[in-house]
């Protein structure tokens, strides 16, 4: 079992650069694929980026490819979002995710396979 903690979220013009920090703290947190989240008012949770647990294997949403890095410090067991030329399009609440991988090599940004959550934070980008 893991607990997620979300920080780094806020107000930003578009164009602008934001990073969201993901710790993950628990039983062997390491084990675990870690996904970035989000949700804005009226639309459905989406995945927007994640990285896998030993092979560091991440995937991303199409839109936010180019502009958006996740990166993994297992030392510090942390599991970064670096958004940049951030959106109007970006505005929601993002959440982390954790998943346990059994079977599967490559982490999922489907929201169904995660079973453990934070509690989100608030990302608004200003037009």
């Known amino acids: 079992q893991v607990q997620l903690v979300e920080s780094g979220g806020g107000l930003v013009q578009a164009g602008g650069s934001l990073r969201l920090s993901c710790v993950v703290s628990g039983t062997n947190p390491a084990s675990y694929a870690v996904g970035w989240f989000r949700q804005a008012p009226g639309k459905e949770r989406e995945g927007v980026a994640c990285v896998s647990n030993s092979l560091n294997l991440k995937e991303y949403l199409a839109s936010v490819e180019g502009r958006f890095t996740i990166s993994r410090d297992t030392t510090k067991n942390t599991v970064d979002l670096q958004m940049d030329n951030l959106k109007p399009e970006d505005t929601g609440s993002y959440y982390c995710?954790?998943?346990?991988?059994?079977?599967?090599?490559?982490?999922?940004?489907?929201?169904?396979?995660?079973?453990?959550w934070g509690q989100g934070i608030q990302v608004t980008v200003a037009s």
């Open positions: 995710a954790a998943e346990q991988l059994l079977t599967r090599s490559r982490c999922s940004r489907r929201t169904d396979v995660y079973d453990y």
